[in-house]
C-alpha cells in the first residue's frame, strides 16, 4: 500500500491549497508519473497532473516534490509499502493541484 | 466558458520539430503566426524521444565524399517500397544539408569530425553513412528550436494549448477552436493559412514508445474537415523497444546499435539464439523476424526478444562507451526507473507503435486538399510511402517544416481572411459543453480511450487479417456509440479528463479510418502485413490509398504515387 498525501489547489476556487489522501494498492514499485497515472485512472479523475513523458528521464516536465524534494516524476521508484508527499515545483505559477505554468521554458 | 478571440495570418498546429520550422520560416518571411503547443514548448511531441539520427546527405562535408543528395533520395524511394511521392522526396532530398545548417546557426550542436566534417553513423538502408549525430538527442533539437521560435517577435506562442477543431468556411479552413488548459477558456483562432505539424498517433496503440497525448488530434481534424488523408495503414512499428519492466516499457533501445561499430550485441530468443542478420535489415523487415519469433513461442516471458550486450566481444567497459555516447539518456532512464544496467543483463524488448508514415495527403508545397490547410512533419502523409528509414523523420520535420511554412506564407500574402462561421463555432461548443453535463449512466472518456488502445493493438499490430480489422472496426464503432455516455467534471483549468473526452471524439475518428484503409489494402508492402493477402501486388497495389470523409462515412480509393525521377525496377 502506498499511501500518497497530494497537494490539491484550484488557485480559482481554493482560498487555501490542501492536501488529499490515497491510500494506492499496487503490486509492484511503480514510478511517481505511474502513481499519479493510477490515482488518476481509478480514484480520482479530476487530479490535475502533466501526463506527457519522454522515456529517458530528460524532458522534466513531470517533475514534482516528493517529500520537499525536486524529482522527476518518470525516474522516481516508490516501494510498495510506502508513504509519499507529492507537491508542485516552485519554479512556476500552480495552475491546478500539481500542474505548473513553468517560468523557464 | 469563456471564448477568447484572436485573428493572425498563419496558425501553426504543434510544437515538435516540424511546427517550429513552419512557424520561424512563416515569421521570416514577414507573417504574423500563431504557434499552438499542446504542451510545454520545447517539451512536447515526438521530437523530444528522438535520437541521435537526422539525416542528410552531405557527402565531402561529413563522413563519406560518395554521398550525394541524388543517393538519399534513392535510399528514401526504395526504403518506402515505392509508395512515397518523390516530388516530396526530392525536396527533404535536395535542402536536408541546408536545413541541418539552418540548426546548427540556431544553436543545436553536431559531432564534427577534427576537420570539420559531420560526423555520421551508418544506419540500415542508407548506402553510405548519413546520419548527422545531435549531441543530446531530439530534447536538445526541441529545446532549442523553441527557442528560435521565441526570438521571432511575429510568433505567438500559446502553450498547454489543445487545438481540436478546424473551422471552415466558403469551402477552405480559416482557422482553429482550441482549449486553453491554463485558463480553461476556449479560445478560437481565425486565421488566413492554418498548417497542421501535430505529429502521429502512435500513442493509439497501447504499445507505444511515444508520448502519450499523441493520439490523432491532427489526421482527425483534417478528416472532420474534409480532406484528404493517405496511406494511414503504414504505422510504423520499431523492432526493440522495452517491454518489461512497466516504469520503462516504451523506451527505446536501439537494434542499429548492435553493429560491429558499436555495442556489436544481438537481439536473441528466449534461449539465446541471435535472430537479426548482420547487416542489420531495415526497420520493416526486423520488426517482421521479431514479430515472428515472438509468435512462434519462442519470446522472453513477457512477450519480447532479447536486447543482449552482455557477451559482445568488445566487453563490458567498451559496451558501456557505446551506450554513454551514444544513448546516455535511455541508457540512464533504465538504471534510475527500472535498476536494470543493460549492459550487465539482457532486456526484454518488443515491437512497439513508433511512427504514422500515412498521414494528411499533400502536393509538393504542403498543401492539402482543401483550401487554407497545410500539413508537414508526420501529420503529413505521402512522403515516407510504406517504410521509413532511421533519421527520415527528423530530416523530414525540418526540411518540410521548413517549405510548408514558406508556401503557407506565400499564399498568405494573397489572400484575405475569411472570418469564422459563428454557426460551426457554436455546434462544437454545444458538443464541448455536453461532455461536461451531469448524466444518468455516466462513463469515464479514459476507458474509452483503453478500449481504442486494446482494440488497435489486438488487431492493426503489423500483422492482420481481413477478419482482424472487421473485427476491430466493428469494436471502434461500438466504442463510438459510448461518446453520448461522456460525462466529465466541469474543474475549469487544467480539465484532464475534458481533455480526454475530446481527445477521444478525434482518437475514435482516427482509429476507424485507420482500421479501414487496412482492410482496403488486399496485399503486404512495408509495414502493413496483411496475412491473408501476404504478397506484395505492383500490379494492383504499387498506389496511395486515400480516404475522405463524404456525407459523414469514410469513402476509400487508390491514387497514383509520384514517380519524377526514379521508376520501380519492374516498370
Known amino acids: ?3 500518497a498525501k497530494i497537494y490539491r489547489f484550484d488557485p480559482g476556487k481554493d482560498k487555501e491549497p490542501y492536501y488529499q489522501d490515497y491510500n494506492i494498492s499496487v503490486q509492484r514499485k511503480v514510478t511517481i508519473h505511474e502513481l499519479l497515472n493510477i490515482i488518476h485512472r481509478d480514484y480520482d479523475g479530476t487530479l490535475a497532473f502533466r501526463t506527457y513523458k519522454c522515456y529517458k528521464g530528460m524532458c522534466t516536465t513531470c517533475i514534482v516534490k516528493m517529500n520537499g524534494k525536486v524529482v522527476k516524476g518518470c525516474t522516481t521508484p516508490l516501494e510498495i509499502d510506502s508513504e509519499v508527499t507529492i507537491e508542485p515545483v516552485e519554479n512556476g505559477t500552480v495552475i491546478r493541484d500539481l500542474v505548473v505554468d513553468f517560468k523557464t521554458m | 466558458m469563456d471564448i477568447q478571440n484572436f485573428t493572425t495570418d498563419v496558425v501553426v498546429i504543434g510544437g515538435g520539430g516540424a511546427a517550429c520550422r513552419a512557424a520561424i520560416e512563416a515569421a521570416e518571411r514577414g507573417m504574423n503566426c500563431i504557434m499552438v503547443d499542446k504542451g510545454r514548448p520545447g517539451r512536447s511531441g515526438a521530437t523530444p524521444t528522438a535520437l541521435w539520427s537526422i539525416q542528410a546527405p552531405f557527402g565531402a562535408r561529413g563522413r563519406d565524399e560518395r554521398d ?3 543517393q538519399f533520395f534513392e535510399d528514401m524511394v526504395r526504403a518506402g517500397r515505392f509508395i512515397g511521392d518523390q516530388n516530396i522526396a526530392e525536396i527533404v532530398a535536395n535542402t536536408a544539408c541546408d536545413r541541418i545548417l539552418d540548426m546548427e546557426r540556431y544553436g543545436v550542436q553536431f559531432k564534427k569530425y577534427d576537420d570539420g566534417r559531420f560526423y555520421q553513423t551508418p544506419m540500415p538502408g542508407q548506402t553510405y553513412p548519413r546520419s548527422c549525430f545531435m549531441f543530446e538527442n531530439g530534447q536538445h533539437m526541441s529545446t532549442i528550436l523553441a527557442r528560435e521560435v521565441s526570438r521571432h517577435d511575429n510568433i505567438k506562442v500559446f502553450k498547454d494549448f489543445f487545438a481540436f477543431h478546424l473551422f471552415k468556411n466558403e469551402g477552405a479552413v480559416v482557422g482553429i477552436l482550441g482549449m486553453d488548459m491554463l485558463s480553461g477558456d476556449l479560445v478560437a483562432v481565425n486565421a488566413k493559412s492554418t498548417v497542421i505539424a501535430t505529429g502521429g498517433y502512435t500513442s493509439l496503440w497501447g504499445f507505444s514508445d511515444n508520448p502519450p497525448t499523441l493520439t490523432g488530434d491532427g489526421v482527425a481534424m483534417a478528416y472532420r474537415a474534409g480532406a484528404e488523408l493517405v496511406d494511414l495503414e503504414f504505422n510504423q512499428y520499431y523492432g526493440t523497444d522495452v517491454i518489461w519492466p512497466p516504469s520503462v516499457r516504451g523506451c527505446v533501445v536501439l537494434y542499429e546499435l548492435m553493429i560491429e561499430e558499436f555495442a556489436d550485441g544481438e537481439i536473441t530468443d528466449r534461449v ?21 519469433v515472438i509468435k512462434e513461442g519462442r519470446g522472453t516471458e513477457h512477450g519480447g526478444v532479447y536486447f543482449d550486450t552482455t557477451k559482445s566481444p568488445k566487453g563490458e567497459k567498451a559496451v558501456r562507451d557505446v551506450f554513454n555516447t551514444m544513448t546516455p539518456k535511455h541508457y540512464h532512464f533504465i538504471i534510475d526507473a527500472a535498476g536494470i544496467d543493460l549492459v550487465k543483463e539482457p532486456l526484454e524488448v518488443a515491437p512497439a507503435s513508433h511512427y504514422q508514415c500515412g498521414g494528411v495527403y499533400i502536393n509538393e508545397r504542403g498543401e492539402s486538399s482543401l483550401g487554407g490547410l497545410y500539413a508537414c512533419g508526420e501529420a503529413e502523409g505521402n512522403f515516407q510511402g510504406a517504410n521509413r528509414l532511421a533519421g527520415s523523420a527528423l530530416c523530414d520535420t525540418q526540411t518540410m517544416g521548413a517549405q510548408v511554412g514558406g508556401c503557407a506564407a506565400d499564399d ?18 454545444d458538443i464541448i459543453k455536453g461532455f461536461m453535463t451531469k448524466k444518468k449512466k455516466k462513463i469515464r472518456p479514459i476507458f474509452l480511450k483503453e478500449e481504442i488502445l486494446k482494440t488497435m493493438d489486438e488487431f492493426v499490430a503489423p500483422f492482420r487479417d481481413g477478419k482482424g480489422l472487421s473485427k476491430g472496426l466493428g469494436n471502434i464503432r461500438g466504442i463510438r456509440d459510448e461518446i453520448a455516455k461522456i460525462s466529465v467534471s466541469d474543474v475549469g483549468r487544467y480539465n484532464l479528463e475534458l481533455r480526454e473526452a475530446i481527445e477521444f471524439m478525434l482518437a475514435i475518428d482516427a482509429a476507424e479510418i485507420t482500421v479501414g484503409s487496412a482492410l482496403f489494402r488486399t496485399e503486404s508492402r512495408g509495414h502493413h502485413n496483411r496475412v491473408d493477402f501476404p504478397e506484395t501486388d505492383n500490379k494492383n497495389w504499387r498506389c496511395h490509398s486515400i480516404v475522405v470523409r463524404k456525407s459523414g462515412k469514410a469513402e476509400y480509393s487508390k491514387r497514383d504515387v509520384i514517380y519524377t525521377r526514379l521508376k520501380p525496377d519492374d516498370e
Not at chain 2, 539465446?272 to 515472428?292: C, Q, V
Not at chain 2, 498568405?412 to 461548443?429: M, Q, Y
Open chain 1, 1 to 3: 500500500m502506498i499511501k
Open chain 2, 68 to 70: 550525394s543528395p541524388d
Open chain 2, 272 to 292: 539465446g539464439n541471435p535472430i537479426i542478420d548482420k547487416p542489420l535489415p531495415i526497420r520493416d523487415e526486423a520488426i517482421k523476424t521479431i514479430f515472428t
Open chain 2, 412 to 429: 498568405t500574402k494573397k489572400c484575405d481572411l475569411i472570418p469564422i462561421d459563428k454557426k460551426d463555432l457554436n455546434s462544437v461548443v
